[in-house]
């Protein structure tokens, strides 16, 4: 009875706000379903707060003892007061920091390389023993089925037609393949064909290194521009950032955060400036803050775009004018996972603007790592840069043995 009264005063109630008495009853019963649902939904909210907040230090969960957080703990230090200790003691007391060795750290980087390949690796040399396996001759069939492995991998047509060529003439006289020979003649002749420029940097006889960097929006230019940033400054050196990508939004904005990761001051205009100023400002910059290196952003641009790529050799023009010589390497940042489309890109660019050099992201996100043969076969160009991780350190300088090493590896 007591819930039937209750009831019926809600009723009356919405009644008296405006409810048609006719629909006052069920209007009661939704309103209680309601608060009902609302009252549940409170109940489980505080519930799993006091779950996320539990086990609080020193209580055990599933057999497992929490870790406290560092703002959890760090009130409790703050208030500990520490002996005073006298620093020529702790200086004396305090072991040698242990030194890695350098061979470790080569090994770790050599792993990194050869994981940012994995895929290409499974996509090219798996296949290629997988076909030895079914193939044990050098028949017609075999070299249409490698044809189709190796430019699946975007070897390209002219590098898979040289390689397939070469690895007939060298196994011409051979009735059983040996996957193992196969693959270290192709390693071989793959290896031919790479163009190694080397780790080291020009070097200009005065004032900074001047690296400017172009290519189309959305390959990771300036992400690129600053993982090399922050490599320059680990070394020591001086560095500056032209921000003459002033097309995009707030592409200033994100070369200056790399800016702050790296030490780097940043040469910037308003958004819509001519990138020419930019670049004049920041070579004038670079020159009396005695700089070691500058790396000038510019903006993504599609390579069918005339009168963009004019712009570009417009900044060259103004580069050279302040530094003669300058930019002394033109960095054109292709993405790998865009394949042949990659290649188009480099032609046009370097008849645009005097490429030097290719940085080539993304390579440990496709299984077309053969891009990489394609760019030095085709187009002479060195690849100096290639990206296989997100870490500063996954921006590798390129090195033709280390490339072959990690893709041909044995797993």
Do not use: C
Request: hydrophobic share 45%.
């Amino acid at each position: 009875m007591e819930l039937e009264a209750w009831l019926n005063k809600i009723a009356d109630f919405l009644v008296s706000v405006g409810v048609p008495a006719e629909h006052g009853p069920m209007a009661a019963l939704a309103l209680i379903y309601l608060a009902l649902t609302l009252l549940s939904l409170l109940v489980v909210i505080a519930l799993l707060r006091r779950k996320l907040r539990s086990p609080v230090v020193g209580e055990e969960a599933d057999g497992q003892v929490e870790t406290p957080a560092p703002e959890e703990v760090a009130p409790a230090i703050e208030e500990t007061e520490l002996p005073a200790v006298d620093e020529a003691t702790a200086a004396h007391e305090a072991p040698p920091a242990k030194q890695e060795p350098a061979v470790e750290a080569q090994v770790n980087l050599f792993q990194r390389m050869r994981a940012g390949l994995d895929k290409t690796r499974a996509s090219l040399v798996g296949r290629v023993d997988a076909l030895l396996n079914t193939h044990p001759r050098l028949d017609e069939e075999f070299l249409e089925e490698l044809e189709e492995i190796l430019i699946t991998a975007d070897f390209g047509m002219q590098a898979t037609q040289e390689l397939v060529r070469a690895l007939t003439q060298r196994l011409k006289d051979v009735d059983q393949q040996d996957p193992g020979q196969l693959r270290e003649i192709l390693a071989e002749e793959v290896r031919a064909r790479l163009k190694d420029v080397g780790p080291d940097w020009p070097t200009p006889e005065s004032g900074p290194l001047v690296i400017m960097v172009v290519g189309v929006n959305g390959v990771g230019k300036t992400t690129t521009i600053g993982k090399l940033a922050k490599q320059f400054a680990d070394q020591g050196k001086k560095v500056l950032l032209g921000a003459g990508d002033t097309f995009r939004a707030a592409a200033a904005e994100q070369l200056e955060v790399w800016g702050a990761r790296s030490g780097s001051d940043v040469i910037r205009h308003k958004e819509g400036s001519d990138p020419g100023a930019v670049a004049f400002d920041a070579v004038k910059a670079a020159v009396a803050r005695k700089a070691d290196v500058l790396i000038l952003d510019t903006a993504g641009r599609l390579h069918t775009k005339v009168n963009l790529m004019e712009e570009l050799k417009k900044i060259r023009r103004v580069v050279d004018r302040e530094v003669p010589g300058a930019p002394h390497e033109t960095l054109l940042v292709l993405d790998a996972t865009t394949g042949q489309n990659a290649l188009i890109q480099a032609k046009m660019f370097r008849e645009a603007v005097e490429v030097s050099g290719i940085a080539l992201t993304k390579l440990d996100g496709t299984a077309k790592g053969g891009i990489v043969v394609a760019i030095s076969s085709q187009l002479d160009l060195p690849v100096r840069l290639i990206g296989v991780g997100e870490g500063v350190a996954d921006l590798r300088p390129f090195s033709a043995d280390e490339f072959v090493a990690a893709l041909f590896a044995n797993k």
